[in-house]
């Protein structure tokens, strides 16, 4: 089902082009895993009680996804980019965000500040 609405985006004019939905899925699915598994990891070890048992639920929902990212990129090429491209690309990219947002508030700031 997934396959054929892939093929089929990919058919039609104006639409995301394979490449970038892999890349987009890669990005989405790892960077979702990856922060699953430290907010379950951080909440599991500072957590009391209930706390304790969402964080270790946590973990296992970022290790699972990353998993089920592991079996789709085994059986569907568009999730099969280079993987140390695209999380480079990522990292830059976020990293490129972040400089932005942060500039934009620091002169925000200095221009009420100013006032």
Same mark, same amino acid.
């Given at each position: 089902m997934l396959?054929?609405?892939?093929?089929?985006?990919?058919?039609?004019?104006?639409?995301?082009?394979p490449?970038?939905?892999?890349?987009?899925?890669?990005?989405?699915?790892?960077?979702?895993?990856?922060?699953?598994? /430290? &907010?379950?990891a951080?909440t599991?070890? *500072?957590?009391?009680?209930k706390?304790?048992?969402? %964080? #270790? $639920?946590?973990? !296992?929902?970022?290790?699972?996804?990353?998993i089920?990212?592991?079996?789709?990129?085994q059986?569907?090429?568009?999730?099969?980019?280079? /993987? &140390?491209?695209?999380?480079w690309?990522? *990292?830059?990219?976020?990293?490129?965000?972040?400089? %932005? #947002? $942060?500039?934009? !508030?620091?002169v925000?700031?200095?221009?009420i500040?100013?006032?």
């Amino acid at each position: 089902m997934l396959h054929q609405s892939v093929a089929y985006l990919a058919s039609v004019s104006n639409a995301i082009p394979p490449q970038n939905l892999g890349n987009f899925a890669t990005i989405l699915l790892l960077t979702f895993s990856i922060f699953m598994v /430290l &907010a379950g990891a951080f909440t599991s070890y *500072f957590g009391t009680g209930k706390s304790r048992a969402v %964080g #270790a $639920v946590l973990l !296992v929902v970022g290790v699972v996804v990353a998993i089920l990212w592991l079996a789709l990129a085994q059986y569907n090429h568009y999730t099969q980019p280079d /993987l &140390a491209d695209v999380i480079w690309g990522a *990292f830059l990219s976020i990293l490129a965000a972040i400089i %932005g #947002a $942060v500039i934009a !508030v620091l002169v925000f700031l200095f221009a009420i500040m100013k006032t």
